[in-house]
């Protein structure tokens, strides 16, 4: 039972370059969640997707957009990378309505 | 907005002894809070969930205490241990039906010696 797997682990980009990090779970959950983890900032959510078809903006969305291709898929894609973006992702998911987060092992991304 | 705030980054305890860590939280009381334990280069793992209306949880040697009053959460670890050490994180919902747009505190270290 893998969980939730998201890759890659870890990616280089240059400013400006375009990137999708990818997550799968394999736990039917229905929520699916993309985090970033800065020092001293905690985990902060980027976009949130509460059910298959539907996705939201969360706390700091901006540079990001979000597909949910279906239950068990759910990308990241950054279309122009800023340094700024230089952090860990985290992918997460939840069944619906238990709050619960199941995270996968993160994806660290730097950008030049 | 919601803001958490967890005691000291690092927190040093002799193994066999019981860790406290703490969680204070401003304005509104969430729905419920969380517990994560997080190690070195790894995702956050869920320990705890309590709800608004609990004062108290327990799951083996971890108790967890939620004070809407105080607007504080303790989490307690007792006979602790070496592999007890790592970040705790604590995190709050607002809302029964938005499950999972956490908000996380910075966390807080521990590092349980033998």
């Known amino acids: 039972n893998a969980g939730v797997t998201q890759t890659p682990k870890f990616q280089v980009l240059k400013t400006g370059q375009s990137m999708t990090l990818q997550c799968a779970q394999d736990m039917n959950h229905n929520s699916m969640y993309w985090y970033r983890q800065d020092p001293g900032m905690g985990l902060r959510l980027i976009y949130y997707s509460a059910s298959e078809g539907t996705t939201d903006k969360g706390e700091v969305p901006n540079g990001y957009n979000v597909s949910r291709l279906n239950k068990r898929e759910f990308s990241l894609r950054l279309e122009s990378a800023a340094p700024s973006q230089t952090s860990v992702y985290f992918c997460a998911s939840s069944p619906s309505n238990t709050g619960e987060l199941f995270f996968g092992e993160g994806s660290r991304l730097t950008v030049l | ?114």
């Open chain 2, 1 to 114: 907005s919601q803001k958490i705030e967890q005691n000291s980054e690092a927190l040093n305890i002799q193994e066999g002894k019981t860790a406290t860590l703490t969680c204070n939280y401003t304005n509104y009381s969430p729905a419920y809070l969380q517990w994560y334990r997080q190690d070195p280069g790894r995702g956050p793992v869920f320990l705890l969930l309590i709800r608004e209306n609990e004062k108290e949880k327990r799951k083996e040697r971890l108790k967890v205490t939620f004070d809407t009053t105080l607007k504080q959460s303790l989490f307690h670890i007792t006979a602790s241990q070496p592999a007890d050490s790592a970040t705790y994180l604590c995190a709050l919902d607002m809302s029964n039906t938005n499950a999972g747009k956490s908000t996380f505190g910075d966390g807080t270290t521990l590092t349980v010696k033998p």
